[in-house]
């Protein structure tokens, strides 16, 4: 039998919500597994012929799991490949994600997520898991198979972008759904409300002469979505909320017993309206940016957990739909390698704990769609980040590893960066220098 692969992670801090474990620790990898974790000064002796990687001064966390990646492939793939979304996914320390169906054409049936499935075995570096499109090409009428789509491999229902604007077919959707054990995830914005506006409804959309979206927007339609889900006992996640009155509307639902959960951009915990500035198309977000007042309390629900999860919302876009008048460019912005150094300010501003912050980006993603990550439990997938929390540097375009260069935090300045990640035991990406 061909000798066991082993590696020794040594030195570390390592912070893993699974298991409670918040500090110096020592990890023992096999054949793509961990094998082994000694919490505590204790260290694991080395096996014979064992490659050593000495983490002391770092950290070490689960590897992160992101619940929401457009892709442009297929049908886009000027904008974003498997392939290269896995490799700025690898460098942000993002080593599973959900890709969404917003493709060309939808993905909405078995050939469709079974296309997704063998280019990201055969191109990608991290693990990708393709979600699939609650009604046929997105149309909010005739429901997918999602019994097939399961079997196929899709792990999560959604319509991208879209509503569903009819409530009969939403109910019979989460319905059909539960009986599955999927999770319907869902944007929480009402499209006739938001349909001609282009940034958060107030005085600097006023100033800048810029229709406006108002937070009702957002609030009336989860609060139908979560009224429906109630009626169903169906699995909803509100995939990216942004104001208050959202946050306190899941908040009432979670203690009502109800199977609710939700998500928060990555963007809108990190800028604001203001930072739209003179017409910066890259912020040309969805939702909105909102407030300061709105995201300081979306802080707040990320820190308490009525918030569960963070996305990057990676959404790659070339020049020629981003470099127009505000009102013209297309909405969202790339952010998988940015997810994670961006997290870490609410870290370092003392408003979110480490700990909580991994378990929204690695640990509590993985649950919520039931994926194999964000645990590193003995006999768990071996899949790492290394980090050094306190590394300064500033985001540029010529550094960035995805085909689009459509970053909000051009020019910004953090402090923390991924050093490496390994999916199954093996390396995938190092910081050179």
Known sequence: MPKAVKTLITGGHLVDPSQDIDGPASLLLSNGKVDAVNAGTSKIDAPEGAEII??????????????????????????????????AAAAGGVTS????PETDPVIDDVS????????????????????????????????TEFG?????????????????????????????ARDFGLVISKETLDPDLSSNGVMNEGINATHLGLPGIPREAEIIALERDLRIAALTSGNY??????TSDSADAISTYKKQGHNVTCGISINHLSLNENDVGRYRTYLRLAPPLRSEDDR??????????????????????????KRHPFEEAAEGAIGLETLFSAALRLYHNGEVGLSRLIDAMSTRPARIFGL??????????????????????????ENIVSRSKNTPFEGERFSGKILQTLVAGRTIYQECG
């Open 97 to 100: 994600f959900i890709m969404m």
């Open 112 to 143: 469709l997520v079974d296309f997704v499935r063998r280019a990201a075995r055969d191109d990608a570096q991290v693990r990708i898991y393709p979600s699939a499109a609650i009604t046929k090409g997105f149309k909010g009428q005739e429901l």
């Open 296 to 321: 300081n309390a979306m802080i707040a629900a990320l820190a308490d957990g009525t918030i569960d999860i963070i996305v990057s919302s990676h959404d790659p876009h070339d020049a020629d739909t």
């Open 237 to 242: 996640h509100a995939a990216k909320i942004s």
């Open 54 to 87: 000495d983490a002391k001064g770092k950290h070490i966390f689960p590897g992160l799991v992101d619940a929401r990646v457009y892709v442009g492939e297929p049908g886009s793939e000027h904008r974003e490949t498997i392939a290269s979304a896995s490799k």
């Open 372 to 397: 194999p990550g964000g645990s590193l439990k003995p006999g768990k997938d071996a899949d790492i980040v290394i980090a050094d929390l306190d590394i300064p540097f500033v985001i540029r375009e």
């Open 148 to 176: 097939l789509l399961q079997e196929a491999g899709a792990v999560m229902l959604t319509e991208g972008k879209r509503s569903i604007r009819n409530n009969l077919t939403f109910r019979r959707a989460l319905t059909y």
